[in-house]
């Protein structure tokens, strides 16, 4: 079975400052995919930036890059300019690419943004 | 609607009552999923709907839970006999179809907060 495990209980960064979320993950598979999902006090989950395990590029959207690191089976999520709206809880998330198409979750960085 | 939805939003209960929770998937939607979101914890999944086939319930963590799935489209996820460490978060999310394609997101609804006391 696959785990995803996020070390990081709570980070926090400062407006227009830069801030890393870890995440490793295990499987035996060689083909998945990998995801960051934002959690707003509001509770709906949204995407935040996702990953094919078979493309070595790593994905960026806007502020939102990622350190996908195969081998090692990491995948970090870089925030960069951050904004206070970036406040939230996210989530790392791993999905198989066979069978029917679960989400596997870790268990959540709370990220604090200071003015 | 355009979105996910789940009623109610927030939800009390006695230890031992019966609950309904209701999920209405994004319209053309065929694959619709259960997870649960317990205090300090990740989301769990619970069961999965795809069409018209069979439902995956290989996350339900008791008999005390069980899923239908009408018409193919509305979810009602069912906790019979509440107990305390049932309290969390359950949420909904629905994808276009339950396969394996990277485009297939999963969107997910706003959960409904249940309190078992």
């Known amino acids: 079975a696959q785990t995803v495990t996020q070390s990081q209980p709570e980070m926090s960064v400062q407006e227009a400052e830069t801030v890393t979320l870890s995440c490793t993950y295990d499987?035996?598979?060689?083909?998945?995919?990998l995801f960051w999902y934002k959690q707003p006090p509001s509770r709906q989950m949204i995407l935040v930036i996702r990953q094919e395990a078979y493309k070595q590029q790593n994905a960026t959207e806007n502020r939102f890059s990622v350190n996908f690191q195969k081998a090692a089976k990491s995948f970090s999520l870089k925030i960069s300019d951050s904004q206070l709206g970036d406040a939230a809880m996210y989530f790392c998330a791993y999905r198989s690419r066979v069978g029917f198409q679960k989400l596997v979750f870790g268990t959540g960085t709370r990220l604090l943004v200071s003015p | 609607g355009a979105g996910v939805s789940q009623s109610p939003s927030n939800k009390v209960t006695e230890k031992g009552k019966d609950v309904e929770l209701r999920c209405d998937p994004i319209s053309g939607h065929t694959a619709l999923y259960w997870y649960r979101q317990s205090l300090g914890q990740g989301l769990e999944f619970l069961i999965y709907?795809?069409?018209?086939?069979?439902?995956?319930k290989s996350g339900l963590p008791s008999d005390r839970f069980s899923a239908e799935r009408t018409g193919g489209s509305v979810s009602t996820l069912t906790i019979q006999r509440t107990q305390q460490e049932d309290s969390a978060v359950y949420l909904c999310?629905?994808?276009?179809?339950?396969?394996?394609?990277?485009?297939?997101?999963?969107?997910f609804g706003p959960g409904t907060r249940l309190t078992v006391l």
């Open positions: 709907f795809q069409g018209n086939s069979a439902p995956d």
């Open positions: 499987t035996s598979e060689s083909d998945y995919y």
């Open positions: 999310a629905s994808s276009l179809e339950g396969t394996g394609d990277f485009n297939n997101e999963q969107f």
